[in-house]
């Protein structure tokens, strides 16, 4: 062998060893499952490096997902580690790979950076051949556009049943406060048969006075509890919500009332009288505290339901 020849040789293995051998005594290879592809499919891109064990390398490209325009990488699995002894370790990493296009196309070296050094792996080629269309049992003609039926549900948002119960449900809790909890009534609590409006007001009545509230100086709630009794015996009593009305309201929907009409002027004089007790801090005398009662007992007295007697059918002989 000439010394020219001998030279080339030598050159060569130099250049081989310095194309796989990287910073830190590392080597970068690369190849491919199938070096031809049929466009759309996946191959698998197999990368294999040698290195120190107590090395630590990267790839700068790994957060990219083509490999060139024209090349993409559908998915990264894991990386799968061996240990190969005398301190050194290899890596095997794989990239699923595409292409929607076809002809031959270059990967270059995909970089690899350890200990501050970069090796590259060796650069391939990859052939993606074109769909035969004409092959295509599944292609058919373009149907015409039809148009669709409306359907309701098409044009309601998703988990709209969701949202019907929620508004639902903030209905009936509404109902729930204004027919119940509103008026201090406890659905979930059995309730006693409440008395007759008459016999409910006279009860009231007796237990007010003998509360004793004007005789230890507590005319305000006295007469508070007076106008209280008098109010719910109305709502009750005429379906009027007198609960609610002020004083001269009352007063001038009862005188439309015929069964209030005659007994109207001691209901007037009960409310004035407790109006004044109330919003301007008066003190009655205790004669006025007892005329008071006693008009409240009249009035309910005075409109206490009458019983109408059976009618009893006529029998002809």
């Known amino acids: 062998?000439?010394?020219?020849v001998r030279y080339i040789v030598m050159t060569a293995i130099v250049?081989?060893?310095a194309s796989t051998a990287w910073g830190g005594n590392v080597t970068f290879k690369?190849?491919?499952?199938?070096?031809t592809l049929?466009?759309?499919k996946t191959t698998a891109l197999h990368l294999e490096i040698t290195q120190d064990k107590d090395a630590r390398g990267f790839f700068p490209t790994e957060q990219l997902d083509t490999l060139n325009a024209m090349v993409e990488i559908a998915e990264r699995p894991a990386a799968d580690t061996t240990d190969l002894g005398n301190n050194r370790i290899q890596i095997n990493r794989d990239l699923i790979i595409q292409s929607f296009d076809s002809g031959m196309w270059i990967i270059k070296p995909i970089p690899y950076v350890v200990n501050g050094d970069t090796a590259y792996c060796n650069q391939l080629t990859l052939k993606v051949h074109p769909v035969n269309v004409s092959q295509m049992k599944d292609i058919h003609d373009i149907k015409p556009v039809e148009d669709v039926p409306f359907n309701l549900f098409d044009w309601l948002p998703d988990y709209w049943w969701a949202w019907l119960l929620a508004l639902l449900l903030i209905g009936a809790g509404i109902w729930a406060y204004r027919k119940y909890y509103k008026k201090g009534i406890n659905p979930l609590k059995p309730t006693k048969k409440?008395?007759?409006?008459y016999e409910e007001a006279m009860i009231n009545l007796q237990n007010l006075k003998a509360a004793q509230l004007w005789q230890r100086g507590q005319e305000k709630e006295y007469f508070t509890g007076l106008t209280d009794i008098l109010r719910v015996y109305i709502d009750r009593r005429f379906h009027i919500n007198a609960v609610e009305m002020t004083s001269s309201q009352i007063i001038e929907t009862l005188k439309e009332n015929k069964e209030t009409k005659a007994v109207n002027e001691q209901l007037e004089m009960i409310l004035e009288v407790a109006d004044i007790?109330?919003?301007?801090?008066?003190r009655p005398l205790a004669d006025d505290n007892e005329v008071a009662y006693q008009r409240a007992v009249n009035f309910v007295e005075a409109t206490r339901p009458v019983e109408q007697p059976e009618k009893k059918e006529e029998v002809k002989k």
Do not use: E, I
């Open 194 to 197: 409440r008395l007759p409006p």
């Open 15 to 17: 250049l081989l060893a």
């Open 30 to 35: 690369a190849r491919l499952d199938s070096a």
């Open 1 to 4: 062998m000439s010394q020219k």
């Open 38 to 40: 049929l466009m759309g």
């Open 277 to 282: 007790v109330k919003f301007a801090n008066a």
